[in-house]
């Protein structure tokens, strides 16, 4: 008997209730929030009442994949604040009832469908809610009521025309967009013009965030965007990089090379963590990074230098 891939989610009467439904507003992105947090301020659950957790729906979308098939879904499911939003290794999008698990509408979708996650945004310009999904075509703007392509925005509801894997950043007049390979690119939400384009030769797979209060975008990449053995050595690729660039106008702030001239795979993974907080009553805006290596790079935001002098150590291949 083959293997019915799932997808699941318990929900106790605790998060089925109405605290939850006004409470968890900051999961708009599959990483929870533009700063890549990963954490819910969900209070509803604490360690006096976990116990009390109870299985109240599964949720089975229906595909048989091949045997030989080594796929897998990679994406955080996202709430919008009245559904719930997932997707499925044959490509759909899938709107759920978060109370009762019924599924709403799935739409198809030039897979991979959000690989990596999508991005939530209320358009209130044109009074429409609307789910931003990554495909291998550019990003599509879906409309969380129906599932349909909102032909009204962008190029017909699509951002860019090539594939995307990491979840888009979405502002009130603009959605930055980053390709699998060599660029990053901020686009008018409304016409779709491009508003700047910052090509750093490499492949982002794994890492984009945004932080409001230091206007940047970060990302980080992997190795050289062409094959691994034959690509040519070159400083001016930002392979195995963090790279901080400002939202407004697209210019580079600071980069940081875990990795020069890699060939082993070394990749950045996982989104750029920005944190804004108070220390000894001091403002503090930092970004973390994390490479294979084990460097775990730290920046101070405001200064654009290395927060810990010892967190990046470069390694030369």
Same mark, same amino acid.
């Given at each position: 008997m083959g293997?019915?891939?799932?997808?699941?989610i318990?929900?106790?009467?605790?998060?089925a209730?109405?605290?939850?439904t006004k409470? %968890?507003?900051?999961w708009y992105t599959s990483?929870?929030s533009? *700063?890549s947090?990963?954490?819910s301020?969900?209070?509803n659950? *604490?360690?006096?009442?976990d116990?009390?957790l109870?299985?109240?729906?599964?949720?089975?979308?229906?595909?048989?994949p091949?045997k030989s098939?080594r796929t &897998?879904?990679q994406?955080?499911?996202i709430?919008t604040?009245?559904?719930?939003?997932?997707?499925?290794?044959?490509n759909?999008?899938?709107t759920?009832d978060?109370?009762s @698990?019924?599924e709403?509408?799935? /739409?198809k979708l030039?897979?991979?469908v959000?690989?990596?996650g999508?991005s939530?945004? &209320?358009l209130?310009k044109?009074?429409?809610?609307?789910i931003?999904?990554?495909?291998?075509?550019?990003?599509?703007a879906?409309n !969380?009521? &129906?599932?349909?392509?909102i032909? *009204?925005? @962008?190029?017909? @509801?699509?951002f860019g025309?090539?594939l995307?894997l990491?979840?888009?950043i979405?502002? +009130?007049d603009?959605i930055?967009?980053?390709s699998?390979?060599?660029?990053?690119t901020?686009f %008018?939400?409304m +016409?779709? !013009?491009i508003?700047? +384009?910052?090509n750093?030769?490499?492949?982002?797979w794994?890492?984009?965030s945004y932080?409001s209060? /230091?206007? /940047?975008v970060?990302?980080?990449?992997?190795?050289?965007?062409h094959d691994l053995i034959f690509?040519?050595p070159?400083?001016e690729?930002?392979?195995?990089?963090? =790279?901080l660039?400002d939202?407004e &106008?697209?210019?580079l702030?600071?980069?940081?090379?875990d990795v020069?001239?890699?060939?082993?795979?070394?990749d950045m993974?996982?989104?750029?963590?920005?944190i804004?907080?108070n220390?000894?009553?001091?403002k503090? *805006?930092? =970004?973390w990074a994390?490479?294979?290596?084990?460097n775990i790079? =730290?920046? +101070?935001l405001?200064k654009?230098?290395?927060?810990? !002098?010892?967190?990046?150590?470069?390694?030369?291949v």
């Open positions: 293997k019915i891939t799932i997808f699941f318990i929900i106790s009467t605790l998060l209730s109405k605290g939850w409470t %968890n507003k900051n990483n929870s533009y *700063n947090l990963r954490y301020e969900l209070s659950i *604490n360690l006096d009442n116990k009390n109870k299985l109240n729906w599964i949720y089975k979308n229906g595909y048989l091949p098939s &897998n879904n994406a955080t499911p709430y604040g009245k559904y719930l939003i997932t997707t499925s290794l044959d759909y999008l899938i759920l978060p109370e @698990g019924k709403i509408w799935r /739409t030039p897979g991979p959000a690989k990596r999508m939530f945004k &209320n209130k044109i009074s429409t809610r609307a931003f999904v990554t495909t291998r075509n550019g990003v599509f879906i !969380e009521a &129906n599932g349909k392509i032909n *009204n925005i @962008g190029n017909e @509801g699509k025309e090539t995307s990491v979840p888009p979405i502002n +009130d603009s930055i967009v980053a699998l390979h060599k660029k990053v901020k %008018n939400l +016409d779709g !013009e508003l700047w +384009d910052f750093h030769g490499s492949r982002v794994s890492g984009f932080n209060e /230091t206007n /940047t970060g990302f980080v990449t992997g190795n050289h965007s690509a040519k070159s400083k690729i930002l392979s195995n990089s963090l =790279v660039l939202e &106008n697209g210019s702030k600071c980069k940081f090379q020069l001239n890699d060939h082993w795979d070394l993974v996982s989104p750029p963590i920005f804004n907080d220390l000894n009553e001091n503090l *805006n930092v =970004v994390f490479g294979k290596t084990g790079i =730290v920046v +101070d405001d654009c230098e290395l927060f810990f !002098e010892e967190s990046l150590k470069q390694i030369k």
